[in-house]
């Protein structure tokens, strides 16, 4: 499935508010759809994940684990915000899928669940 596709698939999970599709290495994002300026920028929140994603992995290397990212969970007040890593036997050692949900609409489990199918459907 290529990347408008996927998008769109992550955009009918219940409660998803945006999703984009993320290179952590240079912050920018390959396609987004939702969000809105007011609330939800997803251009800068893109850009501003990839912040966590680096640390992350600065922390995992810093501790010399033997390990790699599957997803990152920030929960808000009102909001899931979901960062799951490609894998980078996919040849896309750098891309991350971004989905912010509805916290009052979504289900955390069956949203992850979806986002690893996309993730694996997924060419780029």
């Known amino acids: 499935m290529n990347i408008d596709t996927a998008l769109k698939e992550a955009m009918s999970i ?3 508010l945006g999703a984009a599709l993320v290179d952590y290495d240079s912050g920018m994002s390959l396609g987004s759809v939702g969000g809105n300026a007011e609330r939800l920028n997803l251009e800068v929140a893109a850009a501003g994940n990839t ?3 680096r640390s992350k992995l600065r922390v995992i290397s ?8 599957e997803d990152i969970l920030i929960t808000l007040h009102r909001q899931y915000h979901l960062i799951r890593l490609l894998e980078p036997a996919k040849g896309n050692p750098t891309l991350f899928l971004y989905l912010v949900l509805d916290r009052e609409r979504a289900n955390l489990a069956l949203a992850r669940h979806y986002l690893k199918r996309i993730e694996t459907n997924l060419m780029v």
Do not use: H, Y
């Not at 810093?62 to 990212?69: K, R």
């Open 51 to 53: 912040e966590v994603v």
């Open 62 to 69: 810093a501790l010399g684990l033997n390990d790699g990212i």
């Open 14 to 16: 219940g409660g998803a």
